[in-house]
């Protein structure tokens, strides 16, 4: 479990499925590349520097906490204690968390900031390339698309999968692609 509280490297893995996405993406314009204060997300869209992009590392957007069970190997224990953890979400409680964890009630309070940050960097119509965590990401997707943060199971997260969102009038959001991983075949 990495969460926020464990910084690594990317793997070879994780450097080429980086490299695929920069492949496949990189004749798109971005009038802002983010992402977390987190190497890993750093290293998986170092690639858009070669056209002249400054990544700006917005902390705020960082994985959830996963407390005391970060930096340990998935075990029965482990795997037990995070599908129950999981199941309070899904029935609502929102301030569940793992003990010095983050809730997802918490985990939305510090990522709206950075969402908020996101969307003050842009022109107007403007397209922003962010490089996020799986669940953080999946917070951020329920709660913008307005399903709220109980169902953020609904929305599966790859690595380096591809979501766009897309300001509708009146400040709604939709979803254009979800999860999208083409660039990996």
């Not at 399903?147 to 609904?154: A, I, K, P, R």
Request: net charge negative; glycine share 10%.
């Amino acid at each position: 479990m990495q969460g926020s509280g464990v910084d690594a490297d990317l793997n070879d893995t994780g450097r080429r499925q980086g490299r695929l996405f920069y492949e496949k993406y990189k004749d798109l314009h971005f009038d802002l590349v983010a992402c977390t204060g987190l190497v890993r997300t750093f290293q998986t869209v170092e690639h858009f520097q070669e056209q002249g992009h400054t990544i700006r590392p917005i902390p705020e957007l960082n994985e959830l906490s996963w407390g005391i069970i970060e930096g340990k190997e998935v075990d029965s224990h482990l795997q037990t204690m995070f599908e129950g953890i999981t199941a309070r979400w899904i029935k609502g409680d929102l301030h569940a968390k793992v003990e010095g964890g983050e809730s997802p009630h918490e985990g939305w309070t510090r990522a709206s900031v950075g969402v908020q940050k996101v969307l003050e960097a842009l022109p107007p119509h403007g397209r922003a390339l962010v490089c996020i965590h799986g669940r953080i990401s999946r917070i951020i997707i329920s709660q913008m698309l307005g399903y709220g943060m109980e169902h953020m199971h609904l929305f599966p997260h790859h690595n380096t999968a591809l979501n766009v969102l897309v300001e509708r009038p009146g400040g709604r959001w939709m979803a254009e692609r979800m999860n999208d991983t083409t660039h990996l075949a």
